[in-house]
C-alpha cells in the first residue's frame, strides 16, 4: 500500500513533472557555453542534448512515437538520437526555449506517466551532478519513481539491473527485493536502477557492489 510520502495519481504524477522541470529549467538558465557541452551521466551525450532528448519526450505524441519506434525496428538508442535532433535547436539558447516551452506540456507520449516522472529526475540528476548543481526532488516524488522502475524495464532496464538485491531507502519508505542489502537515499536507488554508476558512491551495502559490477559491464545509460 502507498505510504504518505508517495504520489498515487496520474494528475499528482504530471504535478511533480512539471514541477521537476521548472526546476531544471532555473538551474539550465544559468549555464555557460562551455556547461551545456559538458558532458552528463548519460555518457552519450552532452548538457544540451539531454535537454533536447527532455523537449522531444514532451512533445512526441502516442502515434508519432510508435511510429519513430518502428521506423527504428525498436532500437531505442537510435529513436531517441532521432527525436533528439529534431528537437535541439540551432544554439544552446535556442534548445533552451524549447524546453521552456514544454515545462507545462503533456507528461509523455504513453500513460506510463511514473515512466516520464523518471525521464526528468533522472534526467536532471544526469545534467546537474556534473555541472556541481544539486537538487533533491521530494521524497514522494522519487518513492514514485523507484517503484515503477522497480516494478519493469521500460525506458531503462530498472528492474533488472536490480534483480536479487533488497533495495532500502534511508529517506522514504520505498523498499522491494530480497537478498544482498542496497541501502541509500531514494534519488540515489533511482539513479542506480536507471544505470548511472556514479550513484553507486551514495549506496552502501553489499549489494552496491555487486549493482556496480553490473553497471559496468556495459549497460546502456539514455
Not at 519506434?69 to 544554439?91: C, I, K, S, V, Y
Not at 521500460?154 to 539491473?161: D, H, L, P, Q
Not at 522514504?172 to 540515489?188: C, V, Y
Request: hydrophobic share 40%; aromatic share 6%.
Amino acid at each position: 500500500m502507498a505510504g504518505p510520502h508517495v504520489v498515487e495519481t496520474r494528475k499528482a504524477l504530471e504535478r511533480a513533472i512539471h514541477v521537476e522541470r521548472s526546476a531544471l529549467a532555473q538551474d539550465l538558465a544559468e549555464l555557460s557555453e562551455a556547461q551545456w557541452a559538458k558532458a552528463t551521466l548519460c555518457e552519450r551525450w552532452t548538457v544540451e542534448q539531454v535537454v533536447a532528448h527532455l523537449t522531444a519526450g514532451a512533445s512526441t505524441k502516442m502515434w508519432r512515437w510508435l511510429l519513430s519506434m518502428l521506423a527504428a525496428r525498436f532500437n531505442p538508442d537510435l529513436h531517441n538520437d532521432r527525436r533528439l535532433a529534431e528537437h535541439r535547436g540551432a544554439t544552446p539558447e535556442e534548445t533552451f526555449r524549447r524546453f521552456r516551452a514544454v515545462v507545462a506540456g503533456p507528461a509523455g507520449p504513453t500513460g506510463h506517466t511514473a515512466a516520464w516522472l523518471g525521464e526528468i529526475v533522472v534526467h536532471g540528476e544526469d545534467i546537474r551532478r556534473p555541472l556541481g548543481l544539486v537538487r533533491t526532488p521530494p521524497v514522494a516524488t522519487t518513492t514514485a519513481v523507484a517503484r515503477f522502475f522497480a516494478g519493469r524495464d521500460f525506458t531503462v532496464e530498472s528492474r533488472t539491473a536490480t534483480a536479487g538485491l533488497r533495495l532500502e531507502a534511508t529517506d522514504g519508505p520505498f523498499t522491494t527485493g530480497s537478498g544482498d542489502l542496497l541501502r541509500g537515499p531514494t534519488l540515489s536507488l533511482v539513479m542506480g536502477m536507471a544505470g548511472r554508476v556514479a550513484a553507486c558512491e551514495d549506496l552502501e551495502g553489499d549489494g552496491a557492489a555487486v549493482l556496480g559490477a553490473r553497471l559496468r559491464s556495459g549497460r546502456r545509460t539514455s
